[in-house]
């Protein structure tokens, strides 16, 4: 696998800052580490970046992600998940947890979370729940929506926020309005009717943690290009961290460009 200063020596090395990292340094350290996509450096050549993703020993790149999952677990079983189930929206099953994130129904445990399959879900994804129920959901949700930079100690999170989950989002949309919009309703998404964009869409990702999405389609008589704003509850931060919030959004996106082209594969096949 590549080392730090392999994977410096690839990048422009003038800590522009659009990987959202303040240096090319702490980039190429988070790459090594496995917690940074070499993809977000726009400079690197694909070569180099496939030479680096074809090194890469799955099970190394997960190592810290489940070292702290069976940390997290740990502090789970101290828990009473009983407790917290009204205010995260979920409901009872046995001595487990039940509620739905992006669509699914799924079942959390101290041990593992499941999907309707009885399938292990992703480690990140499973981080990403433990977080929602150790914060509790107090509270009720203000139904006033912010952009990310409305949260304190958010700039630099901003860009990352655009770049994998705005940017992609409006190109997407662009691309297959139909297809995503039958995508957002698959994942229990709604339509409001009063709304200043050119389209509108909260999605549930989990039930206290609603994002709004935004779409303008693109101007080319005015050269303005295709876009989208993500929003936030305005105490979003009571039922997640900043971080966690960022990865709800990423995988709300990937989840719906998947299923966008699951649905064309299924026409196709019709």
């Known amino acids: 696998m590549a080392t730090v200063i392999d994977i410096l020596k690839n990048t422009p090395k003038t800590n522009c800052g659009?990987?959202?990292?303040?240096?090319?340094?702490?980039?190429?350290?988070?790459?090594?580490?496995?917690?940074?996509d070499i993809d977000r450096c726009p400079f690197i050549l694909e070569?180099?970046?496939?030479?680096?993703?074809?090194?890469?020993?799955?099970?190394?790149?997960?190592?810290?992600?489940i070292a702290l999952l069976r940390e997290l677990r740990a502090k789970v079983r101290k828990l009473d998940?009983?407790?917290?189930?009204?205010?995260?929206?979920?409901?009872?099953?046995?001595?487990?947890m039940m509620l739905y994130?992006?669509?699914r129904r799924i079942v959390i445990s101290p041990d593992q979370i499941n999907d309707p399959t009885g399938k292990e879900l992703d480690p990140r994804d499973q981080i990403l729940l433990y977080n929602y129920l150790f914060f509790g959901g107090k509270g009720e949700l203000t139904g006033t929506w912010v952009g990310l930079e409305s949260f304190p100690n958010s700039i630099s999170k901003v860009v990352t926020?655009?770049?994998?989950?705005?940017?992609?989002?409006?190109?997407?949309?662009?691309?297959?309005?139909?297809?995503?919009?039958?995508?957002c309703l698959k994942l229990g998404g709604t339509f409001p009717k009063q709304c200043l964009a050119d389209l509108c869409v909260i999605i549930p990702v989990l039930p206290r943690v609603p994002i709004r999405i935004h779409?303008?389609?693109?101007?080319?008589?005015?050269?303005?290009?295709a876009e989208v704003k993500v929003l936030f509850d305005k105490r979003a931060l009571d039922f997640l961290d900043i971080e966690s919030l960022i990865f709800a959004a990423e995988r709300m996106t990937e989840t719906l460009i998947s299923e966008v082209s699951r649905l064309k594969q299924g026409d196709s096949t019709a």
């Open 101 to 103: 994130y992006l669509g």
């Open 215 to 225: 779409f303008w389609a693109a101007d080319p008589e005015e050269g303005f290009p």
């Open 161 to 183: 926020l655009k770049r994998y989950t705005e940017e992609k989002l409006a190109a997407e949309f662009e691309r297959a309005p139909e297809g995503l919009k039958e995508a």
């Open 47 to 65: 070569k180099d970046k496939r030479d680096h993703k074809a090194s890469i020993n799955p099970d190394e790149s997960l190592e810290p992600d």
């Open 81 to 96: 998940l009983r407790s917290c189930i009204k205010g995260l929206g979920g409901e009872p099953s046995g001595g487990s």
């Open 18 to 36: 659009k990987c959202s990292y303040p240096t090319c340094m702490a980039f190429a350290a988070s790459v090594a580490s496995g917690s940074a």
